[in-house]
């Protein structure tokens, strides 16, 4: 019964795992497979190939207010904007002189009949209206007009003269109730820089009508004067005020350019301000944007400008703008037992501007790309980036209408699986327990029987789980013989393939079909009442209480199985972090010359390389302690005062670390692979060295990939928009963040994320996978 009972809780974490997957492939968009096909060993799967289509947008526009940029469709992504602005001017607008007040001024008949108000012009203006603010009091049944006049100025006595400009206009305020009043001249007034007076004109009036302008004695245009006509004593005189302005607005255009600079000219792009720079010349500036990645809602993108005066600006604009856009094409990849596995991508490529490119990543593990337009290879045409590994087809390669197909062949990168036992009969649970080789990937899990056939083929997409379980019960009616299990993984630029066999029991006859038991004879009179036992339903008790156990000690198995694969996993932790700190020194040289090609300082003392290689080289001819051989690469070891140093001699380059400690065994396998990859990203630059050192520098990121050593190195927080981070993630980012909050720092170390700076593996673990989703990464600091 315990055993029964534990079968039932492993079946049950087993369904558990299966469900969290299930949810995983619901929930990821990045890896969409659409059908998969087997065959004899052979796996072909349809799959999505993401690729980025590239563009730029460019033109000018003349005399606008505002940039609104087409693009070619919607779901565009701006990365740069480039603008350069021409004939920055000022068109019409609604100037405001003065709109506070403290008292008023009153046209009369016989007491004030005039007021006026000086103006300065400083540009070439039209003035198309004035805005006054005031009220009237009209008594007498047919009031003469009070005409609004832009007069000369009279300089020498303070009051305006006698000389109109353009048309004048007839008063019209509102009764008893003060407000602002436009007052639109027939034709647009046009004055040159000088004094002006913006004049009431009540001569005529009749008695019992009043008019009133407010005004305010405590302007901010202190040079300016305000003037009454008025009778005093039965002598009509003109009466000044300097500092007293009457309230009023000009709707006006001025012929004045700017400087981007002096009127804070700015253009807002996704919601951020980036001043205009000014150049050389009044009325030009410029701004290039760089570094920017966000969506445009629709298919314009509209870019206002804003200045700190109010002012209507008008401008010409030449601009460049480069967005990009994720163009996902049909791929498929024939997945077999062999060296390479085959990849196709048939994109659909439509010119969408004058300058378009389409560019895609691929996997380190490609080689024979081949790139066909209409049927004709074009590899002489298009651009590949080996150190980079980016395949670009730039502008010129591509026409509207043509067919287009790229190949590749990728190594084999094998799924790590484990089938648990040797031998399964009927009623039992074939397990296969699957390492995740890469988070969002396909895993395709196919049983064949002892002809090839396949009796089961189940497609799982892993998330961030680090075993992937499938199952099947033998049937009754399935074959006996040597049954095959084939796991196939890829993501959307590498693919992997593993076969296992075992045995299965399925039928006593050795055939396919049910297995059947003859009935019992009964020789005994019917008459009898004797109760007798019915041996056949005892003997099918038996056989059930059988599959039972079985089963429970299958998934017993399999559950130690995963026990012990957890803790062989905790202990890789363990040892990928010992290994990161025990690093003190990295140095690539080249065999030939003896020069360092690439060093890297992690912490400890420096100590002379080219003195260890020499002395190591020396010494090598004696066997000191050969640490390993894998392949073509050979590492030899030696302590040196306080630290361990180890070379590996690759081809025509050596590595030398310098350690704490004695290494793990898998950091003596990276050591190999970083042998491997650097040989082929710079094997001919080494073969072929010259002194140069600037090739070398990527260098750093093989040894990151290899080393882990973006583990010890200070670290940056990078937001990365749409990312998915788990609950403990966010909490470790907000942790990292309030740590260089509070120590003023734009970096940190990963020690200070670990209690007491000791070892934890789940931290651990969550910091690495920070790492690998790039939202922690390396940065330089300074100190100086």
Not at 102 to 116: C, H, N, W
Not at 417 to 442: L, M, R
Not at 521 to 531: A, E, R, V
Not at 762 to 774: A, D, H, Q, S
């Amino acid at each position: 019964m315990s055993v029964l009972i534990f079968s039932i809780i492993a079946s049950a974490y087993y369904f558990n795992v299966n469900i969290s997957n299930s949810y995983a492939r619901d929930s990821k968009k990045l890896l969409k497979t659409s059908d998969s096909q087997y065959s004899d060993g052979t796996l072909v799967v349809d799959q999505n190939f993401a690729m980025l289509e590239l563009a730029q947008v460019n033109g000018t526009m003349n005399n606008i207010t505002s940039i609104d940029i087409g693009l070619p469709s919607t779901g565009w992504n701006v990365t740069e904007a480039e603008l350069d602005f021409e004939d920055i001017s000022q068109k019409n607008q609604t100037k405001v002189i003065e709109e506070d007040f403290d008292g008023f001024q009153t046209i009369e008949k016989d007491k004030v009949e005039v007021l006026a108000q000086q103006i300065n012009i400083t540009e070439h203006t039209k003035i198309f209206g004035v805005h006054l603010y005031g009220f009237k009091l009209e008594e007498s049944t047919d009031p003469e007009p009070v005409y609004v006049q832009i007069n000369g100025w009279n300089n020498t006595h303070y009051h305006e003269n006698n000389t109109m400009y353009g048309d004048r206009v007839n008063l019209t305020l509102t009764e008893s109730i003060p407000g602002w009043q436009i007052h639109t001249f027939p034709n647009p007034i046009d004055l040159y820089p000088g004094y002006y007076s913006l004049v009431l004109n009540g001569t005529d009036i009749k008695d019992g009508d009043r008019y009133f302008w407010w005004q305010n004695s405590l302007s901010s245009f202190t040079e300016l004067y305000s003037s009454r006509y008025w009778n005093k004593a039965g002598n009509w005189e003109w009466k000044e005020s300097q500092g007293t302005v009457f309230m009023h607005k000009f709707d006006q255009w001025q012929n004045k350019s700017y400087f981007p600079s002096e009127i804070n000219m700015t253009a807002i792009v996704d919601g951020n301000p980036y001043k205009i720079l000014p150049e050389n010349e009044v009325g030009e500036g410029n701004r290039t944007v760089t570094n920017l990645d966000f969506t445009v809602p629709g298919d314009k993108l509209v870019i206002p400008i804003e200045n700190n005066e109010s002012i209507n600006l008008s401008f010409n604009l030449t601009y460049n703008v480069k967005i990009k856009k994720i163009l996902n094409a049909q791929a498929n990849v024939t997945i077999t037992d062999g060296l390479y596995h085959k990849w196709q991508i048939s994109p659909i490529i439509n010119r969408v501007t004058s300058n378009d490119s389409i560019r895609f990543d691929y996997s380190k593990n490609w080689s024979a790309i081949t790139v066909y337009r209409g049927g004709e290879n074009i590899m002489d045409q298009v651009i590949i980036d080996k150190v980079k590994h980016i395949l670009t087809i730039p502008n010129n390669t591509i026409k509207d209408g043509a067919s287009w197909l790229i190949t590749a062949n990728s190594t084999n990168i094998p799924v790590t699986f484990n089938i648990p036992e040797a031998q399964y009969k009927i009623g039992e649970k074939i397990w296969i327990n699957v390492d995740n080789p890469d988070n969002y990937s396909n895993i395709i899990c196919v049983l064949a029987d002892d002809s090839g056939t396949p009796v089961f083929k189940e497609t799982n997409q892993t998330q961030t789980y680090d075993i992937l379980s499938f199952s099947y019960i033998v049937q009754t009616d399935d074959h006996n013989g040597t049954w095959s299990a084939f796991v196939f993984w890829n993501n959307e630029t590498d693919a992997g393939f593993k076969t296992q066999s075992f045995n299965v029991i399925a039928s006593t006859n050795g055939g396919g079909g049910p297995t059947i038991l003859p009935p019992s004879g009964d020789d005994d009179d019917d008459s009898k009442t004797t109760t007798e036992v019915d041996y056949s339903l005892v003997i099918i008790a038996v056989i059930i209480t059988g599959f039972v156990i079985a089963g429970g000690f299958a998934s017993f198995t399999a559950y130690k199985k995963v026990m012990k694969t957890r803790e062989l996993k905790k202990e890789r932790l363990y040892n990928k972090f010992l290994d990161a700190f025990n690093l003190n020194n990295v140095i690539v040289i080249n065999k030939k010359s003896g020069l360092n090609v690439y060093e890297q300082f992690f912490a400890g003392k420096k100590l002379d390389a080219t003195l260890i290689s020499g002395f190591l080289d020396a010494i090598r001819a004696f066997g000191i302690e050969l640490t390993s051989a894998y392949e073509q690469s050979q590492s030899i070891s030696l302590e040196y005062k306080d630290s361990k140093i180890l070379m590996s001699e690759f081809k025509d380059f050596r590595i030398i670390f310098i350690l704490k400690d004695r290494p793990s065994e898998e950091f003596l396998k990276s050591v190999t692979d970083l042998s491997y990859d650097i040989d082929r990203d710079y094997g001919e630059l080494l073969e072929k060295f010259a002194g140069n050192l600037a090739p070398f520098a990527g260098i750093k990121g093989l040894i990151e990939r290899h080393l882990n050593t973006s583990f010890i190195s200070p670290l940056k927080i990078v937001d990365i928009e749409g990312i998915e981070l788990s609950p403990a993630e966010i909490s470790l980012v907000q942790k990292a963040k309030s740590i260089m909050k509070q120590n003023k720092l734009d970096y940190f170390f990963t020690t200070f994320l670990m209690p007491e700076q000791a070892y934890d593996p789940k931290r651990t673990e969550l910091i690495f996978k920070l790492i690998e989703k790039k939202v922690f990464q390396p940065t330089d600091i300074s100190f100086s």
